[in-house]
């Protein structure tokens, strides 16, 4: 049977005309199609719009099976699904027995033609119809398809751009960020709900929200095809605009955001990285970029300078450790504030951090001008503090540095200024110096030995040495004591006084430490192999390697290593370093010990702890400082003090080690008072490893002599 096309084109072009929606179309043309004589092999027609983006179908229609039946194919996933070969292949695919078993979910049967209707390249719907048992279709059949799928693709795909059309404006209209449609001259046609909330807001019109210049952005945004965001204010609201160019309809849209809160944290975090939280003074980084904008003046004025001070509180941890942290909070609040409302002369106020302030004294020349302004904020601050009803005074101590020359760097001027104060703060408190000549050469030449002690830790040239610690009842050798020497290339064996200061203040105290850590722990577990009588060794901390969290899990690392045993270590910490940071010292200790460390107080006497603290912390050993014994026997003060160390040691269940005991007299007093150990040059001074290792194998001969010796010979 022949087809009459023109008249098959004629009724569907007919039904396209209807002002129908996409569903109720796609109902009708089914109806027709399946209608067409010897067209359909069943009545069976389906429509499926194609949503290329999400891969998945949505069912329209269909005429010989139950709308039920089709709306599961929304619920096709498998990529392998004929329906989806077809829509993205482009060709009809006819379903059999081979290529489709229905695991995917869809129900076709045998010879279901799947028809993809294409604008384009773009598969717009799918039209599922039943057209031959075999897949062979004849040429009628064929001329009709193409006929129709031709109309069907154009309609589906004139609907599908309508549909969008209108929920793009439904959703331009209801979206709560402002959008504005522009024609090519920047003039707005169209400016959504949300623009007239924020016109009204802020009391401005149309042109004041968009951003200047809005007309360069449109001709770009037309000219460049890419979109362009923009920033833009009203009131105390931002706005990012990003202008699109839409080609249809030859008009700009502007997409806004509003960023007002992320311009407010932004501003924040700008404000909060050069101000200090505490005062809101500028911080150390503010006040470097304040110095270098100062330095820049001398370019232009070499007239120009002025004075950096550096301000120290004296003794400010013991206002925080007698009256808390807040009360210490609230003194440096007001320190702050009195000094920015000082007028005595042009200046920039800034804290560093800490218990450290910093004033800038702006045009100013006379170093004895600068001492006068000094001593004035020195009596600024000395004014007495209400805290909770306590008054609390305060001295200072205030280094000063002149930025008089074009060489000057703003990192060197504080540089300077804080050599000056730590010059001041050796003085005792209340004192004021300014950086000079000397200090200077002071500062090359401490960097000098801290370059050449950096090169020396690296190539092995600081060593350890040995220094013995002996039980008073047998002089035995129980332990030593690790002490650090540099093996100079020039200047011979430099003891720990010449360089371990220069390696705190610069920090490198961190490598020195773990470097003497490492030597000691491959020494124990040494010994330990060679099976020579179980001796400890000791090691000195310092109160900046005190600081590190990780303190202790780089000593363990370095036990675990070496393979040494963690119960033959004594870390010694110095009570001085203790009683500063008492809440430190104690978290450090405990978690030393709960790893078998052993811990011992250094310097014990001159550091002023408490009681209180003494017995809360959890010490194995105290080391009475040599100052203490220098007078034994004679001097009834050492003689009392060592006296009442010993016992009171004894009643916390510690034991006591005296330090540089260097005459017979002064180890019977010890004797007498049943000191347990003692260490000084009497015994043996401090050695190298090698004859350490010696002494430890006299030792062990010692231990079958009876009576035990006096004094030990150090084997040479
Ligand atoms: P310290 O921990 O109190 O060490 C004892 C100091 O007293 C040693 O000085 C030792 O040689 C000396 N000494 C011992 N017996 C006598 C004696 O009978 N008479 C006299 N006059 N002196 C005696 P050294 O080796 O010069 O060490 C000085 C300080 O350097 C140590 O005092 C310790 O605080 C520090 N130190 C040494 N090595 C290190 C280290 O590796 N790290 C750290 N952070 N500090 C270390
Ligand atoms: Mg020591
Ligand atoms: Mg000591």
Same mark, same amino acid.
């Given at each position: ?23 109720? !179309? ?15 092999? /069943? ?12 891969? #998945? ?34 060709? +009809? ?68 751009? =309508? ?50 210049? #809005? ?7 037309? *000219?460049? #095809? ?37 311009? *407010? ?19 150390? +980084? ?30 400010? /941890? ?32 800034? *804290? ?132 650090? *020497? ?127 603290? =003494? ?5 194995? +050993? =105290? ?45 019977? !007093? ?22 350490? +290792? ?23």
């Amino acid at each position: 049977m022949s087809f009459d096309l023109s008249e098959i084109s004629r009724e569907l072009l007919l039904l396209t005309l209807e002002d129908d929606s996409v569903e109720k !179309f796609s109902e009708k043309a089914a109806a027709y199609i399946v209608s067409i004589p010897q067209f359909c092999n /069943k009545p069976i027609c389906s429509f499926f719009l194609v949503h290329s983006q999400k891969r #998945h179908l949505q069912p329209l229609a269909c005429v010989g099976c139950s709308p039920d039946q089709i709306a599961d194919y929304r619920n096709l996933k498998n990529p392998d699904c004929l329906f989806f070969v077809a829509a993205r292949s482009g060709e +009809t695919t006819v379903m059999n027995r081979e290529n489709c078993s229905n695991d995917c979910g869809c129900d076709g049967e045998s010879g279901l033609h799947i028809v993809p209707l294409r604008k384009g390249n773009i598969t717009v719907a799918l039209m599922a119809i039943s057209l031959s048992a075999d897949g062979m279709l004849n040429d009628g059949q064929l001329k009709v398809l193409q006929g129709i799928s031709d109309i069907l693709a154009k309609n589906f795909s004139r609907m599908v751009n =309508l549909r969008q059309k209108e929920g793009m404006a439904l959703l331009v209209h209801e979206s709560p960020n402002p959008i504005i449609e522009c024609d090519p001259e920047g003039e707005v046609v169209y400016a959504n709900p949300a623009v007239k909330k924020i016109l009204w807001q802020h009391s401005v019109d149309q042109d004041e929200l968009l951003p200047s210049n #809005h007309l360069e952005y449109v001709r770009s945004a037309m *000219r460049l #095809h890419t979109p362009e965001s923009v920033k833009g204010e009203v009131g105390n609201s931002a706005f990012s605009w990003t202008y699109h160019y839409m080609e249809e309809s030859d008009r700009v849209f502007l997409f806004g955001v509003d960023i007002s809160e992320q311009k *407010r944290i932004e501003t924040q975090l700008a404000h909060d990285a050069m101000y200090d939280e505490l005062t809101d003074l500028p911080n150390r +980084t503010n006040l470097l970029s304040i110095l270098k904008s100062e330095l820049s003046v001398i370019k232009r004025r070499d007239d120009y300078s002025f004075a950096l001070l550096l301000i120290d509180l004296d003794r400010f /941890k013991t206002v925080i450790e007698s009256l808390g942290f807040q009360a210490g909070n609230d003194v440096l609040r007001e320190i702050g504030l009195r000094l920015r409302n000082w007028r005595g002369h042009d200046k920039v106020v800034a *804290r560093l951090g800490g218990d450290e302030f910093a004033v800038i004294l702006e045009e100013i020349n006379s170093v004895s001008k600068v001492m006068e302004l000094a001593t004035c904020i020195n009596q600024l601050i000395s004014e007495p503090f209400r805290v909770n009803e306590n008054r609390i005074s305060l001295t200072v101590s205030i280094g000063i540095a002149m930025g008089n020359s074009l060489n000057q760097t703003p990192e060197g001027l504080l540089h300077n200024a804080s050599a000056a104060v730590y010059r001041a703060k050796r003085q005792g408190t209340n004192h004021t110096e300014v950086f000079d000549k000397e200090m200077h050469l002071n500062a090359l030449a401490r960097l000098q030995v801290h370059n050449e002690l950096r090169q020396a830790i690296d190539s092995g040239d600081v060593v350890v040495y040995y220094q013995p610690v002996l039980g008073l009842n047998d002089l035995r050798v129980r332990g030593f004591e690790a002490l650090a *020497r540099w093996q100079h290339p020039e200047k011979g064996l430099l003891p720990p006084g010449h360089f371990i200061p220069v390696a705190e203040e610069t920090g490198l105290i961190y490598a020195l430490g773990a470097h003497i850590i490492k030597i000691v722990c491959k020494q124990l577990a040494e010994w330990k192999a060679a099976n020579y009588p179980l001796a400890w060794v000791s090691v000195n901390l310092s109160a900046h390697q005190f600081q590190i969290d990780h303190l202790v899990s780089d000593i363990m690392r370095a036990i675990v290593d070496a393979g040494a045993d963690p119960s033959r270590l004594f870390i010694e910490i110095t009570e001085g370093t203790a009683a500063e940071h008492p809440e430190r010292a104690f978290e450090m200790m405990s978690r030393l010990r709960e790893h078998g460390i052993r811990i011992a107080l250094d310097d014990f006497g001159t550091g002023y702890s408490s009681m209180s603290y =003494l017995k809360r912390f959890p010490i194995d +050993t =105290l080391k009475l400082d040599r100052s203490f014994i220098k007078g034994l026997p004679e001097s009834q003060d050492d003689a009392a003090i060592a006296t009442t160390v010993i016992n009171m040691a004894k009643s916390l269940g510690m034991k006591v080690v005296a330090e540089g005991v260097e005459d017979e007299r002064q180890a019977m !007093f010890l004797r007498l008072q049943q000191c347990d150990e003692v260490q000084g040059f009497l015994y043996g001074k401090p050695m190298p490893v090698h004859n350490a +290792t010696l002494l430890l194998k006299a030792g062990a001969r010692v231990k079958s002599e009876s009576p035990p010796i006096k004094r030990i010979k150090i084997p040479q």
